[in-house]
């Protein structure tokens, strides 16, 4: 099983500002990387696939980069309406597909 | 507009069993390969199971293998997940989930549905 760990845990920070989230994997993984969204209370949302290609709607703020093991999720501007939890999830092993443990943003 | 409508849920006894539901509609049902994918109480997400776009091919995480079931109507549009002998460890909320293709690889998740709580206790 290919393990999906998420730095850091939580990130207090401010509307506006510019924000990058870590995602490594156990082993490679190719560009085989989503990442989602999740809000309190709410149903994950796709946002990104193939490390770096949003989902249709997904605003351009968010952009996601890497490949192999090491993967980032830059939020540019942040928006009162991204605070949420951020997962990463890898379908190169499949069926085993896993998510990281998630990365919380907060409001500083 | 793609949609995944999830029915079911509750609270259940250890080592008894539930049925999930889940009515998929805006896209051809029987053209993508669908899951199940799960969420314990202020933890992560974990792949549950998966079934091909004909039903035939169904794989499990080792957490549930041999105690859940997976299946699919594609007549009704409707994924079921048939869970048996429930133990406490499988309190969740689970979500159905389309994937992006009939192909059973490569599979991110969206749409997902809205989630049904599933309390396992005694």
């Known amino acids: 099983e290919i393990v999906m760990t998420q730095s850091p845990a939580t990130l207090s920070v401010s509307p506006g500002d510019r924000v990058t989230l870590s995602c490594r994997a156990s082993q490679s993984i190719s560009s085989h990387l989503a990442w989602y969204q999740q809000k309190p209370g709410q149903t994950p949302t796709f946002l990104v696939y193939d490390a770096s290609t949003r989902a249709l709607g997904v605003p351009a703020r968010f952009s996601g980069s890497g490949s192999g093991t090491d993967f980032t999720l830059t939020i540019s501007g942040l928006q009162s309406d991204d605070f949420a939890v951020y997962y990463c999830q890898q379908y190169h092993d499949w069926p085993l597909y896993t998510f990281g443990q998630g990365t919380k943003l907060e409001i500083k | 507009q793609v949609q995944m409508v999830a029915s079911g849920g509750g609270v259940v006894q250890p080592g008894t069993s539930l049925r999930l539901s889940c009515v998929g509609s805006g896209f051809t049902f029987d053209s993508y390969t669908l899951h199940w994918v799960r969420q314990a109480p202020r933890k992560g997400l974990e792949w549950v199971t998966l079934i091909s776009d004909d039903g035939l091919t169904k794989h499990y995480a080792d957490s549930v293998k041999g105690r859940f079931n997976i299946s699919r109507d594609n007549s009704k549009n409707t994924l079921f997940l048939e869970m048996n002998s429930l133990i406490t460890e499988d309190t969740a909320v689970y979500y159905c989930?389309?994937?992006?293709?009939?192909?059973?690889?490569?599979?991110?998740?969206?749409?997902w549905g809205q989630g049904l709580q599933v309390t396992v206790s005694s």
């Open positions: 989930v389309k994937g992006p293709r009939a192909a059973m690889f490569f599979n991110w998740f969206d749409p």
